[in-house]
């Protein structure tokens, strides 16, 4: 049974489901023991006698006493998501039970589950790589369609591939070159200096296309940074309640979901958009005075996608131009949107016609939102994207991995440029190496996985 070679084989525990009331709760524990542990407080059958995937039922007792009414599964090492001893109990959803069963399998051999540790054991346990193991944070995370996709894609290892394909070719060159360095002061050539050049461009320029691919990556993932400007009055707050309600009934419709809102978001088609600063906007709302040029500035700048809203019954199409012009000198997607066509006569709307891409609504009636919504989709500019066939890069940490591999790169270019020795050179491919190896797992450090694992939940 005891298949740990790399890691402590201590039996850890936690409770893999969200705390709070629900049907079920589901307790893991992971480690050699982790069946011995769970058969000493199970009543029914023999678990240790049992195969791998199979369901048992059976009552979890702390002496005579019966806690609870669980099913238990049990996955035998190694086939389980950490590759070792797996039980999962499947009791009913009180935090009261779970304690008390928790409690239980600690009296009788287990520990607590730090942060990630399943993961972490999967991860040393080479279930998959380390940006894989990353992709399961960012899969239960995942709050979208996109965001979904790409975290799958991740997890089944798209990125990894791509990335380990580089490290294979740029390896080939450094073991010649390192060969070279043993015979010496003796002429000898086995990397051929021109492949090597090119290999090289060509790895900096597919890290630069997945360097750009994070842009998207962190849209995909925390949304579109989103905000809305227009004078005081134009509508601002009441448009926002408008969509962020609609998103709201939607999700409400569904029976017994339970979910918290996270108050500013909403999601078109897959896309997230997040509302910067919308607490404010409602605040400025009741003192009825105007944003302040810089504050109003100071939004633009960290968004994305603006939405500028005027009342049409209040200004000319003359001031809107101007008012464009005046907001958005770095041409950032906006989108102009003219409110309260319900107290507008169609030849007022008209006179509007010139303003490129003008969107028409009445935020009170609810009227032309969906026209609204396509034109946020569409500039985003999401919906032609084909994400299946390109890699995206979603996480910061491997944003800079890829700086770091850059940089060495661009440094042993300039090393062949300069004719600078060999062994210098072989340095510089040699860092390129790590950094690369750094984002799936090849080069990890206790800094670098604890760094990793401790941003997940206790119980994944
Ligand atoms: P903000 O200052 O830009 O946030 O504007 P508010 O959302 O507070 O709206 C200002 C006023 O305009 C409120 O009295 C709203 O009820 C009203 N209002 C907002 N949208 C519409 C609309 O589409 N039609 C009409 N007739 N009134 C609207």
Known sequence: MLINTYYNTDTIVAVATASGMGAIAVIRLSGANAITVANSVFKGKDLTKQASHTIHFGTIRDEDKVIDEVLVSLFVAPHSYTKENVVEISCHGSDFIVQQIIRLLLQNGARLASAGEYTKRAFLNGQFDLAQAEAVADLIASDSALSHEVAMKQMRGGFSQEIKRLRGELVHFASMIELELDFGEEDVEFADRNQLRALITNIQRIIRDLLKSFELGNVIKNGVPTVIVGNPNAGKSTLLNKLLNEEKAIVSDVPGTTRDFIEDEINIEGITFRFIDTAGLRETTDKVEAIGVERTMQKLSQSSLIIYLFDITEITAVQVQAELDRLNPKKLPLIAVANKIDQASPEKIQRFESIEGLVTISAAEGANLDELKQALVEKVNLGKLNIQSQTIVTNLRHVDSLNKTYTALEDTLNGLDLGISNDLVAADIRRALYSL????????????????????????
């Open 437 to 460: 190896g750094e984002i799936t797992g090849e080069i990890t450090t206790d800094d670098l996985l604890d760094n990793i694992f401790t941003k997940f939940c206790i119980g994944k």
